[in-house]
């Protein structure tokens, strides 16, 4: 099977500081991915960088078998991105956002409007769609743009962080639409920090850390050396397992008198 | 400054103590708040989010005292003492008013309070303590810079009995303004949908800055140093109905003539009235008062009705954004601008003060030559400065593209960059589109209309070459500065000199237009020829504009 996603020696720096040293990936289609890291690891540069927000880059990314630098737009049309933090203009309504996001993508007002209507009907989110959404919490904004990144039904999925504020309820949702979605044969490319999430929901997990990947494999591979969670992996392979310490030095500091 | 206040209020602490106070907790509260104040933007003027105000505090206080000095005119030019009071205690009144309005809700009532002290251990006394002193120090803050010009300026001209007798009207004065805010507020809580408050406050925000602008630019026109007023304040008789008279009134008791009879009534309510109107504050209005206020912010989903099945219709900026724009990133770019810029309120302060300032500063440069507003009006058919008007009228819509770049949220500007837009010098001619249809069409059209009328049917080439010229200059100004995605850069502080230059240089351009108009304009056939020229130069501009690539996109947001 030709890889939908391939990477080859992928680096990023900003000045002088190195945030991707070689990154070499190849991603097939129907996978999800678990893209995961410490803080700093270079995952929300990955994601940039195939999402088409950063060009600049050094080595070489092919989506769908072309170069993305030759096709960047067929590329961004045919991806969707779901970042973290809800960074959207919150002065707009749903309805309004998912219009603006819809024309990008050159759907009509008629697809825009049924596909909107529906999942955010999916998400509860229905009769919130006239309303702005600066009131809304977190996890309201979290569902409008994961509506938004999926609109226009693009074959890659990359979520950065989608749980992010979500409730019990909707956590549940993504995690069974992702699996909706791998049986459509799409592709998800998964960034989190939520190591039990990722274990639970993904095909193949790559772990990176000071803008190299240290382990690629399935949770099964990963764990072959040692029965640990892979909370414990990533402990052990991105810190040295030393987080009890520093644990106990935090409870010990309140103590402290001066 | 803030020490000082701080080290002021803190005198009588053995008093806080006494009622109930923490005094510790106190102080801290109040030297935090007194630091916020110093550091919140500046209530006039354009807000930079990114610059650090360090010194806001001292910067308002010089402002404050800049503007007393201008309110205290009437004082020096007036020669009727109660009738030059009058005059000086309406303006403060009016003055401090809005400047209460627009901080009550944001300054003094500060819904962090409720994550930040509430969780706290700190006693209500405390609280409500810090609260009012608080609103004293702010106060002081602000009556102390705007009425100290005046105060002296009495004690020079009148001797030390007026300047001893100011410190009390001006006590009632801060009691009228405060009952007056009170009032304003809850007539605005009844009337307005809580989630509308912040916007009422708002406009409220731009008619405060419209009053500085107003009154730099018209107050040292109205009172006259030179030229002492014999004003007459029995032409008036309908302000003995006003507190400013009452309040004026009280200097009959050291001795100054009064023309309206009654002064020892009129002078008598200056002192009932604002005490009564302070026993009913504080008796009745005030406790609901801070709980709707601190009620404001938890409201803000309060009072949506959510939708049915049924389709919404479309919104008129939609067919506009058919109408307007042939490709789709256009009307993105169209429909992102139209819904943003009616809904932030940051833009509303910034751009709609500009929509009167137009109007005062064409006054303002009509009565240059110290004629009167009717006599100059008489003579304006056979002058040109129905051009003046039309060109001026490109500020509103620099004022509104110059903000259409910027956003708090300017992070959520990944959407451009992450979805297949080819051209976004196509979403950017959108943008542009709607800042002209929505905000410089209209206005564009209303002076068009003064034109006419003034001018007569003849004036309408001059106001069609005007338009295009105008049009040409903005979208010369967006191409060469402003070349930026709709609301994705942040706020900036200082432009880099190369966008400054090339700032000057796009304003060179309405210079010669306006100067090339002028020359032709009762050259009909030059008229014409100029009118053609400048479709074709607009149309290249345009044009560039609209293909702005990526790349060139690039290179101007290194240029910052």
């Known amino acids: 099977m030709q890889p939908i996603i391939t990477i080859r020696h992928l680096a990023k720096n900003y000045g002088e500081k190195v945030v991707l040293k070689d990154i070499n990936l190849d991603i097939f289609p129907g996978q999800i991915i678990g893209y995961i890291g410490p803080n700093g690891a270079g995952k929300s540069t990955t994601v940039k960088i195939l999402t088409g927000i950063i060009q600049e880059y050094s080595g070489e990314v092919m989506v769908f078998g072309t170069n993305l630098r030759d096709s960047i737009l067929e590329v961004k049309s045919k991806v969707g991105y779901i970042p973290e933090l809800a960074e959207l203009y919150d002065l707009l309504t749903p309805r309004e956002y998912l219009n603006f996001i819809g024309k990008l993508y050159h759907l009509s007002d008629d697809v825009i409007e049924d596909r909107s209507r529906k999942m955010l009907n999916s998400f509860s989110l229905l009769e919130n769609m006239d309303q702005r959404m600066d009131s809304f919490s977190k996890g309201m904004k979290q569902k409008v743009l994961i509506t938004s990144g999926l609109l226009h039904n693009p074959s890659i999925v990359i979520m950065d962080e989608p749980l992010s504020g979500l409730d019990a309820n909707a956590v549940i949702l993504v995690k069974e639409l992702l699996q909706a979605l791998k049986q459509e044969g799409k592709t998800i490319f998964y960034c989190s920090h939520m190591m039990d999430v990722v274990e639970k929901v993904s095909d193949r997990i790559v772990l990176i850390n000071n803008g190299n990947i240290i382990a690629d494999g399935t949770i099964g591979e990963l764990r072959e050396q040692s029965a640990d969670t892979l909370e414990q992996i990533f402990s052990r392979l991105t810190s040295g397992g030393n987080q009890i310490q520093a644990a106990d030095d935090l409870a010990a500091a309140m103590n402290a008198g001066g | ?560």
């Open chain 2, 1 to 560: 400054m803030n020490r000082f206040l701080l080290f002021l209020i803190m005198l009588p602490a053995a008093l806080w103590h006494g009622l109930g106070a923490d005094v510790v907790q106190l102080k801290a509260i109040l030297d935090t708040k007194l630091k916020l104040d110093d550091r919140k933007p500046l209530p006039i003027g354009r807000q930079q989010k990114q610059k650090k105000i360090k010194f806001g505090s001292l910067i308002n206080a010089v402002m404050f005292l800049f503007m007393g000095v201008l309110y205290m005119m009437p004082i020096i030019t007036v020669n009727d003492r109660i009738a030059s009071l009058t005059i000086y205690f309406s303006m403060l009144t009016a003055i401090i008013t809005f400047m209460l309005i627009t901080d009550f809700s944001n300054v003094l009532f500060d819904s962090r309070d409720k994550y930040i002290l509430f969780p706290r251990p700190i006693n209500d006394r405390t609280l409500v303590l810090a609260r009012l002193l608080h609103v004293v120090i702010y106060l002081v803050r602000v009556v102390f810079p705007l009425a100290l010009p005046g105060w002296v300026a009495l004690g020079y001209m009148d001797g030390w009995k007026s300047a001893t007798l100011f410190t009390i009207p001006l006590l009632l004065l801060v009691f009228l303004a405060l009952f007056l805010v009170n009032c304003i507020y809850l007539l605005i809580l009844r009337l307005a949908k809580p989630e509308k408050f912040k916007d009422v406050i708002n406009y409220f925000q731009v008619f405060t800055s419209v009053i500085f602008f107003a009154s730099v630019y018209l107050f040292p026109r109205l009172f006259d140093r030179k030229n002492p007023t014999d004003f007459n304040i029995l032409k008036y008789a309908w302000v003995r109905f006003t507190p400013s008279y009452w309040l004026a009134s009280c200097w009959s008791w050291i001795g100054y003539p009064v023309a309206i009879s009654g002064s020892a009534v009129y002078s008598g309510l200056a002192v009932v009235v604002p005490v009564a109107c302070m026993f009913i504050l504080v008796k009745y209005l005030t406790p609901s008062f801070a709980s709707k206020i601190a009620g404001i912010d938890s409201a803000d989903t309060g009072g949506y009705k959510p939708v049915q099945n049924g389709k919404r219709p479309g919104g008129l900026y939609k067919k506009l954004a058919y109408a307007f724009n042939v490709s789709d990133e256009a009307r993105a770019g169209f429909i992102i601008a139209w819904l943003q810029t009616s809904r932030s309120r940051s833009f509303r302060m910034r751009v709609y003060p500009s929509f009167a300032f137009i109007p005062i500063y064409f006054y303002y440069t009509l009565t240059l030559g110290g004629e009167s507003f009717s006599e100059v009006m008489s003579k304006l058919p056979d002058t040109s400065k129905h051009l003046f008007l039309l060109y001026f009228s490109s500020f509103v819509m620099v004022s509104a593209l110059s903000y259409i770049t910027m956003s708090d949220q300017y992070k959520a500007a990944w959407v451009y960059y992450a979805t297949p837009v080819m051209v976004p010098g196509r979403i950017m001619i959108g943008a542009f589109k709607a800042m002209w249809v929505k905000f410089f069409l209209p206005f564009y059209i209303l002076l068009a209309a003064f034109v006419l009328y003034i001018w007569g049917l003849p004036a309408i080439l001059d106001v069609l070459l005007a338009v295009i010229n105008v049009t040409m200059f903005i979208c010369a100004i967006a191409r060469i500065n402003m070349r930026h995605l709709p609301f994705s850069i942040i706020e900036q502080t200082k432009q880099s000199g190369g966008r400054i230059l090339k700032s000057m240089g796009a304003m060179f351009i309405l210079g010669p237009l306006g100067a090339g108009h002028y020359f032709c304009v009762h050259l009909l056939w030059l008229k014409l020829l100029f009118i053609a020229l400048s479709s074709v130069l607009l149309w290249l501009i345009w044009t560039s504009y609209a293909n702005t690539t990526w790349a060139s996109l690039v290179r101007s947001e290194n240029e910052q």
